[in-house]
C-alpha cells in the first residue's frame, strides 16, 4: 500500500481529501502544521484522524513561519506593497514540510486540501490545471510551485465541487460538515490586517499627505500599509468618488484620483516560476489573473533581458496591485506567474 502525507488543517476539506485517498487505496499520515498562536486546533484536528483511523503528528513551524511567512508580509506592507502570503507559504512552508516528512517515514506522496487538478504529460511532466468546480478553483494559490513538489502531489479534491464534500463529510459522519470555511489569512484569526500590522509591525505605519493626481493636498492617510489600489473607503470626500491610485514610498503620499485615473493595460512581474521549469522564450499571449478573485483577461507576455517579464493586457486593468501574484493561463491550465512589482503608464 502506497504511503501518503496529508497536510489535515482541521477543516473539511483536508478530511475529506483524507477520506478519498483511503477509498483510492493510500495510507494517509496526517501531518498537521502549528503555524501562529496557539495550539488550540489539536481536538478539531484529532477528531478528523481519529474517525477516519490514520495516524496524525503535529509540528510546530511557528519558529519558520515568522521569518518566512509573517516577516516578509510585514516588510511588504512597509514598503507600500499588497503582498499574497499564501501562495508564498505554500511552496515554501507547507510543501517543503509534508515533502521533509515524506522522505522522513517513506512517503512517496503528499496531498492537500486544494481544489486543482493535476495532470501528467507522455514526456513525465506535471501539469496543474484549475479545478472542475470554477467558484472553488485554487490554482492560483499553487502559482509558484515547481516540478519536483507536483511530481510527488495529489489532489484529491480538484473533480469535486464544495457541496459534494460537504455531503460526504456529512454522510460519513464527520462533525467538521458543517464548519465554515475559514475566510483570512490564517494568522489574522478574523481580525483585519491593519489591527496586525499595528500590533507586529517592527515601526508603525507613519502619517502622510493624501494628494489628487493634480497635485492638490486632499487630507493625510495614517499610514500607506492601510491602503490598497483600487480602494475607496476612507478617502477624502469630493464631487466623484475618490479611488487609490498610487502609494509613494519616496514621500510618504498617498494618491488619489478618480475611476478614470486608476487603469492601467501593461505592468512588470518579477520572481517568475514556470510549472514546466521551462523559461518563456518569446512573447506569448495567456489569460492573466492579477488576483485570487479576478477574472482572467488576455495579455501578452513578453520576457526581458533580466529576467522579467511585460504584460499588456488586452483591456483596461483597474486593480493592477505591486506585490500581489500575477497569474498566467492558456485555457484550464495553470502555466506560471510571479509577483506584480510595478504598472506602466
Not at 31 to 60: C, H, K, M, Y
Not at 99 to 112: F, I, N, S
Not at 176 to 191: G, H, I, K, N, Y
Request: glycine share 8%; aromatic share 10%; proline share 6%.
Amino acid at each position: 500500500m502506497k504511503k501518503v502525507v496529508l497536510a489535515l488543517s482541521g477543516g473539511v476539506d483536508s478530511a475529506i481529501a483524507a477520506h478519498l485517498l483511503q477509498k483510492q487505496g493510500y495510507q494517509v499520515y496526517g501531518l498537521n502544521l502549528l503555524t501562529w498562536g496557539e495550539d488550540s486546533q489539536r481536538d478539531p484536528v484529532q477528531e478528523i484522524a481519529d474517525s477516519l483511523n490514520f495516524p496524525v503528528e503535529f509540528l510546530d513551524i511557528r519558529k519558520a513561519f515568522q521569518a518566512q511567512v509573517i516577516q516578509p508580509f510585514l516588510h511588504a506592507y512597509q514598503d507600500g506593497l499588497t503582498p499574497s502570503p499564501c501562495v508564498f507559504c505554500n511552496r515554501q512552508i507547507k510543501w517543503s514540510a509534508i515533502l521533509q516528512k515524506a522522505d522522513e517515514t517513506g512517503a512517496e506522496y503528499v496531498a492537500t486540501g486544494h481544489y486543482a487538478r493535476l495532470k501528467s504529460t507522455q514526456d513525465g511532466l506535471s501539469q496543474l490545471w484549475k479545478a472542475a468546480d470554477p467558484a472553488k478553483d485554487q490554482s492560483y494559490m499553487l502559482t509558484f510551485l515547481t516540478q519536483n513538489m507536483l511530481k510527488r502531489t495529489l489532489l484529491p479534491l480538484g473533480d469535486f465541487s464544495k457541496p459534494e464534500i460537504r455531503r460526504i463529510a456529512y454522510d460519513l459522519g464527520l462533525a467538521v460538515s458543517e464548519r465554515p470555511d475559514s475566510q483570512d489569512l490564517c494568522f489574522l484569526a478574523c481580525t483585519d490586517y491593519r489591527d496586525f500590522l499595528r500590533q507586529h509591525a517592527e515601526q508603525p505605519p507613519l502619517p502622510g499627505p493624501i494628494f489628487h493626481t493634480d497635485g492638490r493636498l486632499l487630507g493625510h492617510h495614517q499610514g500607506l500599509a492601510f491602503y490598497t489600489i483600487g480602494q475607496r473607503k476612507g478617502l477624502p470626500s469630493a464631487t466623484e468618488a475618490l479611488y487609490v491610485i498610487e502609494k509613494r514610498k519616496t514621500d510618504n503620499s498617498l494618491i488619489v484620483g478618480f475611476l478614470n485615473d486608476l487603469g492601467a493595460t501593461t505592468f512588470i512581474v518579477d520572481q517568475v516560476n514556470w510549472i514546466s521549469g521551462q523559461p518563456l522564450l518569446q512573447p506569448t499571449r495567456f489569460d492573466v489573473k492579477i488576483r485570487y478573485r479576478a477574472n482572467p483577461n488576455e495579455a501578452k507576455i513578453e520576457p526581458q533581458p533580466d529576467g522579467r517579464l511585460l504584460v499588456t493586457s488586452s483591456i483596461l486593468l483597474r486593480d493592477i496591485t505591486p506585490g500581489q501574484i500575477a497569474a498566467f493561463y492558456q485555457g484550464e491550465q495553470l502555466m506560471g506567474g510571479g509577483v506584480i512589482v510595478d504598472r506602466v503608464f
